[in-house]
């Protein structure tokens, strides 16, 4: 139990494309979702926590109007990279929360933005 | 802000080698700390998560050691194989909440 899963698993797309990252929590609710960013051999950061039916919450440095969160339901939350550079291009990793408050991991998406 | 490093940076030994990764932190007002592996491109698999109660779990082959006051915790990896080869990293719960910090990551490589 407790698979989260991330859509797409890769993607490509021009420079000032959006693009959209799907979460899903697959066996289980949550009703807390977050999102983390890691370059190349560096460690995760986390951009926001997404929280279900309400405004997602952006850590300090996160620009909100370009990684647009929506939580519209307790099994999905979705980040899109607006108008998208090359220094987007990174793997981006999301966690869903149990109730027990016990955070599972998806596989992670890598983004290249030409 | 909390800051959690992790040493050493990468790590290379030859199979069937006990080894010790270290992880230590700055604020120590943590409720627990936990271990996770992660396979190149890929997602993250919680190894063990020790409670600030407790001062070591075990699984396996694996454990993890907790010292709140000093800021420290290791994962001791018995008889290493080159399965265990991947990126480890800890992480703590930042700002009272579950947000998590983690550790900048120790890369294994287990050679035969």
């Known amino acids: 139990g407790a698979v989260v899963s991330q859509h797409p698993s890769r993607v490509i797309c021009k420079s000032g494309t959006s693009v959209k990252i799907e979460c899903r929590s697959l066996d289980f609710q949550a009703t807390t979702m977050f999102w983390y960013r890691q370059f190349p051999k560096q460690s995760l950061m986390l951009m926001a926590t997404?929280?279900?039916?309400?405004?997602?919450?952006?850590e300090q440095g996160v620009e909100k109007d370009k990684f647009l969160i929506n939580h519209a339901s307790l099994t999905l939350s979705t980040l899109t990279v607006t108008s998208a550079h090359p220094e987007d291009s990174s793997f981006y990793i999301c966690?869903?929360?149990?109730?027990?408050?016990?955070?599972?991991f998806g596989p992670g998406t890598r983004l290249l933005v030409l | 802000k909390q800051e959690v490093t992790q040493i050493p940076a990468a790590l290379s030994v030859p199979e069937g080698e006990n080894l010790v990764l270290n992880c230590s932190f700055t604020?120590?007002?943590?409720?627990?700390l936990q271990w996770f592996r992660q396979d190149p491109g890929k997602g993250l698999t919680s190894l063990l998560l020790i409670q600030s109660s407790q001062r070591e779990q075990t699984s396996g082959r694996l454990n993890a050691s907790l010292d709140k006051s000093s800021g420290r915790s290791t994962l001791y990896i018995a008889a290493s194989q080159p399965g265990d080869s991947a990126t480890y990293l800890c992480a703590v719960p930042t700002g009272g909440g579950n947000k998590l910090t983690f550790g900048t990551g120790t890369q294994l490589k287990v050679e035969l």
């Open positions: 604020d120590s007002a943590i409720y627990n």
């Open positions: 997404s929280n279900e039916g309400s405004k997602a919450t952006y």
């Open positions: 966690s869903a929360m149990t109730d027990q408050e016990t955070q599972y």
